[in-house]
């Protein structure tokens, strides 16, 4: 025997497979199932199973759910006329933790990134563009990441999104709340500097 | 809706569990079985269920197989009576690519490490000293690795087997092939003058 036994070499190769794990660690995360107890390895297998089929995304705004309609596109009380447009599942839980937001999300699932290879076709523009041309879209709330590629994706939406008569907006830049002045870097202080409000 | 679909946060709670993923890179890893498609999703499942079921510890040497002895102790070209003890099945696999060994292993599936709460009865020794009772045993070559645990669990079951009358002994210390002596240690160095060998 030269080798560990092939379902072993399988489980590994499997979890080689996933971002960010090496062989090194997918030979120790195989190891590590063979010492579950037998119903713990098969939940873990189940939920891989479960997730993959009742997890699909919303087909207005292109979230993560297990509804037909996502809870916050079927809400009735949320203004469908203003849509915030995030990159990932996971900002619209960021948003919503601020229970201020009233409107409706579209989820990008990624923004566009020459360098690795992302171009406008790869997220979900097309599909805002169609629920902006059905109507009754008052504003579009660009709320992707502040970086270079966000910035990028908000600026390219924007110049699609206008002569369709739409408001686009921007989330505000400025120093964090609770963050110290001192730390703010140069770039974040000027936004904030500009945004300015009288108070 | 305040979080992600039910689904999705079982498996990221499975994802979670496994030693060395924090909650960041269990969301990373769920998010991308969620991108696969469905016949791989299904392959990665099934291979936690597979190798769940099909690979054992061979009643003899403790090392895992998918068979009812493992092929090295079914191998009657090998010899029975010189037993190399090694920490892990790992272990087994680096010995096995050197060609030289022919004798049979015995797995202790860890070592004894105090600090990490592993005694002499959390690792097969129970089983290895069945083994030798039952006689014709007659050289155990300790091969755990050459770390304090290691030696500890070398010394410890040394100390076991040497009154059933059978030959211990340790694989030699010394200065790698290959390596630069430089960069080899001093304890190395030490061991490898003190096992010195006429030319």
Known sequence: MRNFPAALERLTEQFARLPGIGSKSAQRLAFHVLSLPDEQAEEFASAIVDAKKTV?????????????LCPICADPERDHSVICVVAEPKDVIAMERAREFGGVYHVLHGVISPLNHVGPDDIRIRELLLRVGQGDVQE????????????????????????????????????????????????????????????
């Open 56 to 68: 699909k995304t919303c087909p207005v705004c292109q979230n993560l759910t297990d509804q037909e």
């Open 140 to 199: 579009i709330i660009m709320a992707t990441n502040p970086d270079t590629e966000g910035e990028a994706t908000a600026m390219y939406l924007s110049r699609l999104l206008r002569p369709m008569g739409v408001k686009v907006t921007r989330l505000a830049y400025g120093i964090p709340v609770g963050s110290q002045l001192e730390y703010a870097d140069e770039v974040t202080l000027l936004r904030a500097l500009e945004g300015r409000q009288e108070i």
